[in-house]
């Protein structure tokens, strides 16, 4: 059974920084590649960042970009997002998820992050 599991968010005031942590269970994920989404309330899920599998090159949303660093260890089945200067748009629940050709093929249950002004 694939099981990803998020935690690591919390209530952080505009500024701070959280590291997100995503356990993956269930199968090696060693050759997918990971990605982090989030959504707000009363908004779509948008995607926030992936590495690749092969080489781990990164990508991030404009929107984060500078500010959200994505990792991984594949030894250890992890996936980590580490979040500094925080804004208040930032609010949202966070998943993680692994990646196939097609798009995300399995999801975790998520983690709320709430940045406060």
């Known amino acids: 059974q694939v099981q990803l599991v998020e935690s690591g968010g919390g209530l952080v005031q505009a500024g701070g920084s959280l590291r997100l942590s995503c356990a993956a269970s269930?199968?090696?994920?060693?050759?997918?590649?990971m990605g982090w989404y989030r959504q707000a309330p009363g908004k779509d899920r948008e995607f926030v960042a992936r590495?690749?599998?092969?080489?781990?090159?990164?990508y991030y949303a404009d929107s984060v970009k500078g500010r959200f660093t994505i990792s991984r260890d594949n030894a250890k089945n992890m996936v980590w997002l580490q979040m500094n200067s925080l804004k208040p748009e930032d609010t949202a629940v966070y998943y993680c998820?692994?990646?196939?050709?097609?798009?995300?093929?399995?999801w975790g249950q998520g983690t709320q992050v709430t940045v406060s002004s």
């Open positions: 269930g199968r090696s994920f060693s050759r997918s590649s």
């Open positions: 998820a692994s990646l196939s050709l097609l798009g995300p093929d399995y």
């Open positions: 590495i690749s599998w092969s080489d781990g090159k990164t």
